[in-house]
C-alpha cells in the first residue's frame, strides 16, 4: 500500500535523480559561447515539468541549473539561472495524458522566450551594454531550438512506455 508519506519520498527522490541528469547535460555537455554557454540541459527540465507535479519540477529545474552553473566556473550565472529555469517550467503541465501533448508542445515557444530574453537581460546587465548582450542571442536561441528537439524526441520515446502512469 502506498501512503502519503512514501509517495511524497517517491517524489523527491526522483527530483533529485531529474535535477542530477539536468546538472550532468548542462554542465559537462555544453558549447562555451559569447559569455557563457550552450547546452541541451533545457531539454531535461522541460520533460521533468511533463512528468513531475509543479513544485518538484521548479526544483528540479532552478537546482539542476544552478549547480551546473556554480560547479562549472559560471557562477556568475546562477541568479538569473535560477529565476529563469524556475519560470520556464511553469509554462509545461504534468496534467496532460501525453508529454508530447498540444499543450506542452506550445510550451516550447514562451518558455524558448523567457530563456533568451531573461539571459539576454541578465547579460546586458553584467557586462553594461544592451547592445554587446545581443552577441549572446544566437547561443540562446540555439540552446532553446536543440533542447526543444531533444524535448520531444525523449518526450515521444516516453509516451511509449507510459511513464506518466507509472508515477502515480
Not at 555544453?30 to 515539468?49: C, N, R
Not at 506550445?106 to 551594454?129: E, M, N, R
Amino acid at each position: 500500500m502506498v501512503t502519503m508519506k512514501n509517495k511524497k519520498l517517491k517524489m523527491m527522490c526522483m527530483s533529485g535523480l531529474w535535477a542530477a541528469v539536468v546538472f550532468v547535460f548542462t554542465a559537462y555537455l555544453h558549447i562555451p559561447s559569447h559569455v557563457g554557454y550552450t547546452h541541451v540541459g533545457d531539454g531535461f527540465i522541460y520533460l521533468a515539468a511533463c512528468i513531475m507535479p509543479l513544485p518538484y519540477a521548479v526544483f528540479i529545474g532552478a537546482c539542476g541549473g544552478l549547480l551546473a552553473d556554480v560547479l562549472s566556473g559560471f557562477a556568475v550565472w546562477a541568479p538569473a539561472t535560477v529565476i529563469i529555469k524556475a519560470a520556464t517550467v511553469l509554462f509545461f503541465s504534468c496534467k496532460t495524458r501525453k508529454i508530447t501533448g498540444t499543450r506542452n508542445l506550445i510550451a516550447l515557444v514562451p518558455a524558448a522566450l523567457v530563456c533568451t530574453g531573461g539571459y539576454y537581460l541578465y547579460d546586458a546587465l553584467i557586462i553594461g551594454s544592451f547592445t554587446s548582450a545581443l552577441a549572446g542571442i544566437p547561443g540562446y536561441v540555439t540552446q532553446s531550438v536543440m533542447s526543444s528537439v531533444l524535448f520531444v524526441l525523449c518526450g515521444a520515446m516516453l509516451d511509449k512506455t507510459n511513464i506518466k502512469n507509472s508515477l502515480k
